[in-house]
């Protein structure tokens, strides 16, 4: 707010005052917006006019809110459009969260060179900056790294209901959307046809950092690795997200990950997102390689892993999970499509917990094989499991090649089809069956293999009725979680039943 000795300055001087003390008015009091955050102190409102702003403006560590009247509608937006050079906007003197910029459409950006890279055409964050971004568009913008928005280490904004559409990075680029080295939390947000070009993270490229990537949308974005969304290392808790229509490039040569790409260390958490109809030649849903996430309550379906351009690939529809450990828990991975794989490849040294996950109605293209899962030189523990419904041409269930050696454990392999080995196959002669239900297999023991009476397979209720023979049949020692797929508490009657659904 303006001091009142600054007022009577004003007066003394014949200048009128705002029209109401803190406020100023754009075009009115000042003709550009980099003009009236001049002549703000902090406390400041800046209400900016519909219209456009062909100006770069930077907030200069001022602890104002800058406020147009709409990012979205037609003829009803306030438009900061650059100058044809440099990013749109500049946050770079350590602003905190009562620097806000919101109700504004950023568009037309270039970025801002740092070590012969341009960073964040339409805004660029750094030297710890922490502001509050709220409902803008960011679009249009070009750079190397971040085409939206740049977000450098040490800068923790909240980015909150912005749309980030139709940013497009350089070759080989980063962040298509958002770059984010810093902890952002970017919440309600929707990244759409964005490009990192023959590079990471088509709508949002991680770095090392911890966001919160919570409640947003991810569509129809595209780049050549996580088109979705690219994790490089650090934990980033993605949660509640709708990943949809990402697509992975074949260029420079075939690319994984089309909804999100896990990789270098990551330790994401990933809980409650839905990935469906994202397109990839490997992990349609979910990309891992050298990687230790917790993916947990997830929906995962009706993903695609094709062969690519060159004939390869092809590994999991649903999620390919390449050395990689961590917990795969509670998810429902359904109706996808891969060469190997359908629903899950796991491969590399893979050791991952797959524990009370539904994995069922997977579909293998060409002379595909593991309509349920595929193995390849990994040994992962497949605990409470219900495998059903898979279609391959061998190993409708389970597919196991290499030096893979699957733990299989108190699961339901039922139902599957295939030209040959409708519930497994095993090339290795090191998968092993404890506690399991597994169709036309003599696996004796304590292995059964008899119809498990599912409530309602036809519509995916794989409940079981009172008079199933896997109730109070599984592991003694089962070492799964407290829930089943469905919320029903685990381990009635002292004993666990068998499959991904307590009775």
């Known amino acids: 707010m303006l001091k009142n000795s600054t007022l009577a300055l004003l007066a003394a001087f014949g200048a009128a005052p705002f029209a109401a ?8 009091d000042y003709a550009t917006i980099q003009a009236a955050i001049n002549a703000a102190v902090d406390g400041d409102l800046i209400k900016v006019a519909a219209g456009q702003y062909p100006e770069n403006i930077n907030t200069l560590g001022k602890a104002i809110t800058i406020k147009g009247v709409g990012s979205r509608k037609p003829g009803k937006t306030t438009e900061i459009t650059g100058s044809g050079s440099g990013s749109v906007v500049t946050i770079q003197s350590g602003e905190g969260a009562g620097t806000v910029l919101t109700m504004f459409a950023i568009k037309n950006g270039k970025g801002t060179l740092v070590n012969g890279k341009l960073l964040g055409g339409g805004v660029y964050m750094t030297g710890g900056s922490d502001p509050t971004m709220i409902d803008c568009a960011i679009g249009f913008n070009t750079a190397d790294w971040g085409a939206g ?15 980030i559409a139709n940013n497009v990075t350089s070759s080989k680029g980063l962040g298509g959307g958002i770059y984010a080295a ?18 990471f993270g088509g709508g949002l490229y991680t770095s090392g950092s911890s966001p919160q990537v919570i409640n947003g949308e991810f569509d129809k974005n595209i780049a050549w ?7 490089q290392g650090g934990a980033p808790v993605i949660t509640n997200n709708l990943f949809e229509e990402n697509y992975v490039t074949v260029n420079p040569i075939n690319g994984e990950g089309a909804g999100l790409s896990l990789v270098a260390g990551s330790t994401a958490w990933v809980a409650d997102n839905e990935f469906r109809l994202n397109d990839a030649h490997s992990g349609g849903g979910i990309y891992t390689y050298d990687a230790s996430p917790t993916i947990v309550n997830n929906l995962i379906h009706s993903n695609k892993a094709a062969l690519g351009a060159k004939g390869s690939f092809g590994y999991g529809g649903g999620m390919s999970l390449g050395k990689t450990t961590g917990v795969v828990e509670l998810n429902e991975i359904y109706s996808n499509t891969g060469a190997l794989g359908a629903g899950v490849a796991t491969r590399s040294s893979t050791t991952t917990l797959l524990s009370g996950n539904i994995i069922d109605l997977n579909t293998t293209i060409g002379s595909g094989f593991g309509g349920g899962v595929y193995s390849k030189d990994s040994s992962p523990s497949i605990l409470g499991a219900t495998i059903a419904a ?18 299989i454990d108190t699961s339901i392999i039922y139902f599957n089809t295939a030209g040959t080995n409708k519930s497994f196959f095993d090339g290795t002669g090191l998968m092993t069956f404890g506690f399991s239900d597994v169709e036309a297999a003599s696996l004796g023991g304590s292995s059964l293999s008899i119809d498990p ?22 592991n003694f020692g089962y070492s799964g979680g407290p829930i089943d797929v469905y919320g029903n508490s685990r381990v009635k009657g002292g004993r666990v039943d068998m499959g991904a659904v307590e009775f």
């Open 225 to 231: 690795y996580g088109a979705g969304m690219h994790a």
């Open 21 to 28: 003390a803190g406020t100023i008015n754009v075009p009115a």
């Open 453 to 474: 009476q599912f409530t309602d397979m036809a519509n995916r209720n794989y409940s079981l009725l009172s008079t199933s023979p896997v109730i109070d049949a599984g």
């Open 182 to 199: 810093g902890l952002p939390v970017l919440d309600a947000n929707r990244f759409a046809e964005n490009t990192a070009t023959t590079g």
């Open 390 to 407: 898979n279609d391959a041409v061998k190993g409708g269930g389970v597919y196991a090649i290499g030096k893979s050696a699957p733990v």
């Open 149 to 163: 928005l740049f977000i450098d280490v040490g800068s923790d904004p909240l980015i909150q209901d912005c749309l």
